[in-house]
């Protein structure tokens, strides 16, 4: 049975291999498509200049009071439904779980934060960030203001001090965000927690092993905060548009380091996307250089899922990158488009070729390839930036998804459906920089 089982193994992945190469390399389906709805032709000003967003499903010819209502359903499934990953705690406090892995993660409140601002729901978002404070962020000690990365759902107990730099990234945009849209005298202070957190940040020098959530030789996001994560980082944390709305509202003196930022972080992308597959690593040295981790190849695999949507959201706010960024999306969308629009798998070796099955990252017990909500997802909103026909099927593809389990049971409503639920508010023109005169 053991020797049936490694042949089985080596056969698939020979066979996945040998397609792999076949589908990346042919010419055929690089090329354009034809489709009724013409090229798609991407903006050349980003919303900061403009103050305008695109309604890409409006424009790939669905109707406004579907798109509305497409909208409310991926936030009430996230949100209310019976699936739902939002819980309310004693009226005043709520979180955002991994229920697979039963606990609640930076990642996943600080979503929640993002939705609930965007979307302007403003108890939603005062709940959790309740919630965050007083069982997330460390009050004293070297790690003062920074977040527990993860806590046990169940009895609220940090499960890990530590913290994960994109958790602290997302909190202060979601904060500063927030002061612009609700301003800071209804019960919350947003921009006082904003700075509680930055001023933080700049006083952290190491001591005990805590550092800046930046690198502040190379300008770059760590991977963590800390002596072991300081000098490398994790591709999918690069929001260069995130830096840019620092440097706008933060108003904490550091303008110009966080522009600094913004820009290499576009640069940083151009050396970590392959420049054929236009994949990249789950975690990369600050080179762009892919970095060996959990004793796993470097590959593309769930938290790389994020990075198409990271570069559309810097084109649609800034587009300060316009060329290489519709040179990206052109890239990234062939590459899916050759294994296939409505099968293409979520965890590739760089060069395209399938990971063998001891280097699939298995999530919920599950340990295979399957055509994930999430990708699909983030690789729609990319369309945001494209410039091919191609672009309106994965447009498509994301009006078409449904947050619901997998054939064979899996579901992942938190992962899945936090990044369903933020590629149709790009794609309907609802991910905005929030500006003081939304209020």
């Known amino acids: 049975m053991k020797r049936f089982l490694i042949l089985a193994i080596f056969s698939f992945s020979l066979l996945s291999l040998c397609f792999a190469q076949t589908v990346t390399t042919s010419g055929d389906c690089n090329n354009d498509i034809k489709d009724s709805r013409g090229k798609m032709i991407p903006w050349e000003k980003g919303a900061f200049e403009t103050g305008k967003y695109r309604n890409v499903f409006l424009e790939a010819g669905y109707k406004q009071t579907d798109i509305d209502a497409k909208l409310a359903k991926a936030y009430y499934d996230v949100f209310e439904g019976s699936?739902?990953?939002?819980?309310?705690?004693?009226?005043?406090?709520?979180?955002?779980?991994?229920?697979?892995?039963?606990?609640?993660?930076?990642?996943?409140?600080?979503?929640?934060?993002?939705?609930?601002?965007?979307?302007?729901?403003?108890?939603?978002?005062?709940?959790?960030?309740?919630?965050?404070?007083?069982?997330?962020?460390?009050?004293?000690?070297?790690?003062?203001?920074?977040f527990a990365w993860s806590v046990d759902n169940k009895t609220f107990r940090q499960n890990s001090p530590g913290s994960a730099s994109d958790g602290e990234l997302y909190f202060v945009t979601d904060l500063l965000f927030a002061s612009n849209?609700?301003?800071?005298?209804?019960?919350?202070?947003?921009?006082?927690?904003?700075?509680?957190?930055?001023?933080?940040?700049?006083?952290?020098?190491?001591?005990?092993?805590?550092?800046?959530?930046?690198?502040?030789?190379?300008?770059?996001?760590?991977?963590?905060?800390?002596?072991?994560?300081?000098?490398?980082?994790?591709?999918?944390?690069?929001?260069?548009?995130?830096?840019?709305?620092?440097?706008?509202?933060?108003?904490?003196?550091?303008?110009?380091?966080?522009?600094?930022?913004?820009?290499?972080?576009?640069?940083?992308?151009?050396?970590?996307?392959?420049?054929?597959?236009?994949?990249?690593?789950?975690?990369?040295?600050?080179?762009?250089?892919?970095?060996?981790?959990?004793?796993?190849?470097?590959?593309?695999?769930?938290?790389?899922?994020?990075?198409?949507?990271?570069?559309?959201?810097?084109?649609?706010w800034y587009a300060k990158d316009i060329k290489w960024q519709q040179d990206y999306g052109k890239r990234i969308q062939n590459f899916l488009f050759c294994r296939g629009i409505d099968t293409f798998e979520d965890q590739f070796m760089l060069d395209g070729s399938l990971p063998e099955q001891k280097e699939i990252l298995q999530a919920g017990g599950y340990q295979k390839l399957r055509h994930s909500l999430g990708l699909v997802a983030t690789s729609g909103a990319a369309s945001l930036m494209g410039t091919q026909a191609k672009s309106w099927k994965f447009v498509d593809g994301v009006w078409n998804a449904k947050l619901e389990p997998y054939a064979d049971g899996y579901f992942d409503p938190y992962f899945d459906g936090l990044l369903y639920l933020f590629s149709v508010m790009h794609l309907s023109g609802n991910y905005r920089i929030i500006t003081p005169e939304m209020k």
């Not at 800071?184 to 092993?209: C, F, H, P, V």
């Not at 690593?281 to 899922?305: I, L, T």
Request: one cysteine or more; a neutral charge; glycine letters at 6%.
């Open 83 to 146: 699936n739902k990953v939002y819980f309310e705690v004693e009226d005043s406090m709520a979180y955002v779980s991994d229920l697979k892995n039963h606990d609640a993660r930076t990642e996943g409140l600080s979503y929640g934060l993002m939705v609930a601002v965007q979307l302007n729901k403003k108890e939603v978002f005062d709940k959790l960030w309740r919630w965050t404070k007083k069982y997330m962020q460390h009050q004293g000690g070297a790690r003062d203001a920074y």
């Open 181 to 316: 849209r609700w301003g800071n005298d209804t019960g919350i202070d947003y921009y006082k927690e904003a700075r509680r957190i930055l001023d933080a940040m700049w006083s952290k020098d190491g001591t005990q092993g805590v550092t800046n959530v930046i690198n502040t030789e190379h300008k770059q996001i760590t991977f963590v905060p800390d002596k072991g994560g300081y000098n490398w980082t994790d591709p999918s944390y690069h929001l260069p548009a995130f830096f840019e709305v620092w440097a706008t509202y933060a108003k904490d003196g550091h303008e110009q380091f966080y522009r600094d930022c913004a820009d290499t972080s576009r640069v940083y992308l151009h050396r970590a996307c392959n420049r054929a597959t236009a994949l990249n690593s789950d975690y990369a040295e600050f080179s762009g250089a892919p970095r060996n981790f959990w004793r796993m190849k470097p590959a593309f695999r769930y938290d790389s899922w994020r990075v198409p949507m990271n570069i559309a959201m810097d084109y649609s």
